[in-house]
């Protein structure tokens, strides 16, 4: 039996995983690769590809990279390349309804949560953010909707409490990646069934975005410890350390919920074992943090170099 032709679509790190395992497999040909366009990057703003196109370079695959995927050019590329299935994973763009009825197989996508759960951009922070005690994988196959199509499969995970959004996204694109390989092969079988998604249960996870980082101490310690948690790396939950003549921004890695009471913000111990900083309930210790534009502390570093006492507010 001939491979499958696969055009695969992708452009963040989780794609990675699924791209990997489709390369791995005897039953795939991927026949090109569809990745967002170089970006600038960093403090002198170079182009700089995506983590899929740089894995693509390395297994010597033709990469497309249209602004839009509604471009025409790309539809009569991919039209071309004659794929049976294309496969999708945090790619970035709504697909057309001219790509979509392209490949005789469908548009398969890995999405990391358990539909229609957290349909949208950020499934993996607020599923943290939210205090989930689990999450998944769901392959769907894609409308045009946001997240919207028929699932094909799902798989679930805990969230442990030692969970962060990094843990986390690594241990989904792991499972999307199986879980999506398992999938095409069963799908295309006619083992699987595309069933629409429940009207319960229905929500959203949008964008995160950089003020979200900012932690309001008046909430409890616990909101605060998934606010840590899921924040990381990008925005980073933080707060601010008042001084003279500006206050300094502190961003925070790792912390713990400590049963300490006092006023909001206010810290209640500076020590080796950590800054324990007074909520709206309880408190956080905090283990692990940086200044901005110095590196990452441990707590007891941190106090080395910079002056925080008991009494002192942030905020």
């Not at 491979?3 to 990997?20: D, K, W």
């Not at 790309?74 to 009825?101: K, N």
């Not at 990008?234 to 300094?248: D, R």
């Amino acid at each position: 039996m001939a491979a499958l032709r696969i055009v695969f679509m992708g452009t963040a790190e989780l794609s990675c995983a699924s791209l990997q395992a489709l390369l791995d497999s005897p039953d795939f040909q991927v026949v090109a690769v569809a990745t967002q366009p170089d970006r600038p990057k960093g403090r002198d703003l170079k182009l700089q590809p995506s983590p899929v196109k740089a894995l693509a370079q390395r297994a010597n695959l033709p990469i497309l990279q249209p602004e839009r995927a509604r471009n025409e050019d790309f539809i009569r590329e991919l039209r071309a390349r004659e794929p049976e299935l294309i496969a999708v994973a945090a790619y970035g763009q709504i697909l057309p309804q001219d790509i979509l009825e392209l490949p005789c197989y469908g548009c398969l996508n890995v999405h990391t949560s358990l539909l229609p759960k957290y349909r949208g951009a950020a499934p993996i922070q607020w599923a943290i953010l939210n205090d989930d005690l689990e999450t998944g994988v769901t392959i769907m196959k894609i409308d045009t909707g946001l997240d919207t199509g028929d699932i094909l499969t799902r798989e679930s995970t805990p969230i442990f409490t030692e969970d962060n959004a990094e843990t986390l996204h690594d241990r989904l694109a792991r499972m999307g990646a199986k879980l999506l390989v398992r999938t095409i092969r069963d799908y295309v079988a006619g083992k699987i069934l595309p069933r629409p998604q429940p009207a319960e249960g229905v929500s959203y996870a949008r964008k995160i975005k950089k003020e979200d980082g900012q932690l309001d101490w008046a909430q409890p310690a616990s909101i605060l410890w998934n606010r840590v948690r899921g924040l990381m790396p990008w925005p980073g939950a933080f707060t601010h350390l008042p001084g003279q003549p500006q206050s300094h921004l502190l961003k925070l890695w790792q912390a713990a919920v400590a049963e300490q009471t006092g006023a909001p913000g206010e810290v209640l111990r500076a020590d080796k074992t950590g800054i324990v900083v007074a909520c709206g309930r309880n408190a956080l210790r905090i283990t692990s943090l940086q200044r901005e534009g110095g590196r990452r502390l441990s707590a007891q570093e941190f106090l080395a170099g910079h002056s925080l006492k008991p009494g002192q507010k942030l905020g």
